[in-house]
């Protein structure tokens, strides 16, 4: 059965064009395909654009230039079109937050206080008040450069353009290759020479036609740059090997270099495929090849080493996740792989049966020798999938199958390659037709998903700085309700009182502790659902009352240790907003999950005063034993309590109420949760002044 339904959704994502894009794909797929069989059709396209002659080096240029460009603002189009203006992917979000500030010079930052207002949890946290990116810096440090001059969002276009380029050289070095071509570039009249133009042409048209590098160069999500840095890091490697030259060198360290910075398991993979590449060059045995490679490469190792060190104080621990990788869907994981295997052969060429070309020069003895580091790469980046930290394609509705990107231009060369080799005797023609299919496969085939991500949530960015502006909000507080709108909002320069300081609205006390430390400032809460964002003012409902409620599930832990925590909704009604924070242990240890204890005051440190802490837990008789303990730095923990989870059915403790000193020489306080033996539930934490 389980094959039946793959099969049933492979066959419905073929459908007629469902939007103007599509139905323009279509349209240029048919022209195309004329061309491709009529007599001079080809040659009558080239010269109209100018780019016939493959020998004449200035038409060489413009060829690139004018695809480059193109390419760029068809990744702009999806920009405008399928994701409506700014960054959509959940993860965008932190790498757009994490660019802003890199912009301002930091890699991490004082999120303030409380500081569940400003934290969401795809940031790292040091205790007891620095966050920084948990991300790796690579994509945002590109990000920054865009934020400096005021548009971000080209960044990715600007990628597109530079992909191109690099898809084309990278195609001529390996033609070169496999055709043991003269080591010289000045032989353009060479058959060799003109054969290698032809593919690398192709394999450009199928880079600028491939939907699932334009998502990724239009979205702010680094698995396009990151192909641009793979592909780079080869082509360079093979001109090295044919040319001897070592500068070239320096080129493919430092793209390796930022892809440290950006992915190290994929950084790993493209080092073993240079390494192929140059590992019988008699130039990259001596120590100047080695000291340009280490040069190269060496900003990208100190921008990792950096960003390490501000996430968790130590220059080689990276940041962990904030939660588990998901389990796979139903199928199992082999079914998951599967469908990856899918959404891939659709990312190379819109088309699954075209994409399977690129397995063609793997049977030219000649070919198959010249494509071995590329197809080592390809396999590596499939492997890496299998590391912890990485997730196969989670459901068969996902656009693309994003982990396996940095290799989608390889691809295109060996997809180019097999084009060539089966079409030898048209092989114009038989380009022309293969870009027609490739088009059409996303008119048809390829477009549902992608207009899958237009639709997708609100439809539209969480956070659209126009709708400040027609609502006339210039400065004060704007509370988000999801952590995405936070991110694309949230800038640590700015205060209340010179700009827009956005918040992330907690529901409970977090937000009128926020509202009163700032001075009580304009204060609106930011609505993306329904058919239009919306601002409206927002004011704390419980004002001057003087115990403080604190839910547990609104805190994003500060640390964690021997398992997780995890909002979820509560299973009795009892708890407060009907939800709860469930700690549960990752094996026989104990799980220690560290939450802030906010100290209400509207002073800076807070003043020294005795408080009343009262934690309410929830019982679900699951079996667990729960302690939890109030603990001020520096010093011992000033309170502590412990519970068993035996309650049948689910019911609410109040856990005795204790008097604590907080503030003064105590700014911080924190609360402590271990689990042990099972998951233990907490809802809330009162404070009320003695």
């Known amino acids: 059965m389980r094959g039946l339904d793959h099969a049933a959704v492979w066959i419905g994502s073929w459908t007629r064009p469902a939007d103007t894009p599509a139905r323009v ?177 192709l394999a450009v048209g199928f880079s600028v ?23 780079t890091a ?68 100190v921008l990792l080493l950096a960003a390490n060190r501000a996430a968790t104080g130590h220059l080689f621990m990276l940041s962990p996740p904030a939660l588990p990788i998901a389990a796979v869907t139903s199928g199992g994981r082999w079914g998951a792989w599967l469908r990856l295997a899918r959404v891939h052969l659709v990312d190379i060429a819109n088309l699954e049966p075209l994409a399977l070309l690129a397995a063609v020069p793997l049977f030219v003895p000649k070919e198959r020798a010249a494509v071995s580091p590329l197809v080592v790469a390809i396999v590596g980046m499939g492997l890496a999938q299998a590391l912890p930290g990485h997730a196969p394609v989670a459901n068969d509705a996902t656009a693309t199958a994003a982990g396996l990107i940095p290799i989608v231009p390889l691809e295109h060369v060996l997809l180019a390659l097999g084009v060539a080799r089966l079409g030898a005797r048209v092989v114009v023609q038989a380009s022309f037709g293969a870009i027609a299919a490739a088009v059409a496969g996303f008119a048809v085939h390829g477009a549902r998903a992608h207009e899958g991500i237009a639709s997708a949530g609100a439809g539209r960015p969480r956070f659209e700085p126009d709708v400040a502006r027609e609502a006339n909000v210039t400065n004060g507080l704007l509370f988000f309700e999801d952590d995405e709108g936070f991110a694309l909002a949230y800038d640590p320069t700015v205060s209340a009182s010179h700009g827009i300081l956005a918040a992330r609205l907690r529901g409970d006390d977090h937000d009128r502790l926020l509202y009163d430390r700032l001075g ?80 209400p005051s509207t002073t800076e440190p807070p003043d020294a005063r005795l408080w009343t802490v009262t934690p309410r837990v929830l019982e679900h008789g699951g079996g667990g034993d729960g302690t939890i303990e109030v603990v001020a730095t520096p010093g011992p923990p000033l309170a502590v309590w412990t519970w068993s989870d035996i309650a049948k059915p689910p019911g609410c403790v109040e856990l005795p109420g204790k008097q604590v000193e907080l503030g003064g020489a105590r700014p911080h306080a924190w609360l402590v949760i271990h689990a042990h033996g099972g998951p233990v539930m907490v809802d809330r934490t009162t404070l009320r002044p003695r």
């Not at 036609?209 to 592909?231: C, F, K, M, N, Q």
């Not at 390494?275 to 019988?280: D, N, P, S, T």
């Not at 799980?591 to 100290?599: C, D, F, K, Q, Y």
């Open 25 to 201: 794909a279509l349209g240029v797929a048919v022209v195309l395909l004329v061309l491709a069989v009529s007599r001079g059709g080809p040659e009558w396209l080239a010269s109209l654009i100018d780019l016939a002659h493959a020998a004449d080096r200035s038409r060489r240029r413009r060829f690139l230039t004018v695809t480059a460009f193109f390419a760029a603002f068809l990744s702009l189009g999806y920009v405008a079109i399928y994701l409506r203006g700014g960054p959509r992917a959940p993860e965008a979000a932190t790498y757009w937050l994490q660019g802003r500030v890199l912009s301002h010079g930091h890699l991490s930052w004082a999120p303030g206080e409380p500081n569940a207002a400003f934290r969401i949890r795809d940031l790292a946290f040091q205790i007891p008040d620095r966050a920084a990116g948990a991300r790796p810096p690579g994509y945002p440090l590109l990000l920054a450069f865009g934020f400096l001059v005021g548009a971000p969002m080209l960044v990715g276009p600007l990628v597109a353009a530079a992909i191109v380029a690099a898809t084309w050289l990278l195609a001529h070095e390996v033609v070169a290759r496999a055709t043991d071509a003269p080591a010289t570039h000045d032989a353009v009249y060479d058959p060799v020479w003109g054969r290698a133009e032809v593919i690398a042409r």
């Open 234 to 301: 080869l082509a360079c490697a093979f001109r090295v090997r044919r040319t001897g030259e070592v500068r070239w060198v320096a080129a493919t360290g430092a793209a390796i270099g930022w892809l440290l910075a950006s992915s190290p398991a994929c950084a790993v993979v493209a080092c073993v495929s240079v390494a192929l590449v140059l590992a019988r060059a008699p130039v990259a045995r001596s120590v100047r090849c080695v000291a340009w490679a280490c040069a190269g490469a060496l900003p990208g190792v």
């Open 520 to 599: 009580r400032p304009p204060s609106h809460r930011y609505v993306s659902a329904g058919a239009r964002p919306s601002i409206g003012a927002w004011a704390p409902f419980n004002t001057g009352s003087d115990m403080w409620r604190f839910e547990a599930e609104s805190e994003p832990p500060a640390a964690q240790l021997g398992g997780f925590a995890e909002p979820i909704a509560a299973d009795s009604r009892c708890a407060s907003d009907a939800h709860v924070l469930r700690v549960s242990p990752a094996g026989a240890a104990d799980a220690v999950v560290t939450l802030e204890l906010p100290i």
């Open 209 to 231: 036609v491939s939907a699932a590098i334009r998502y990724h160069t239009a979205d702010a999500v680094p698995e396009g740059a990151e192909a641009l840095a793979v592909t």
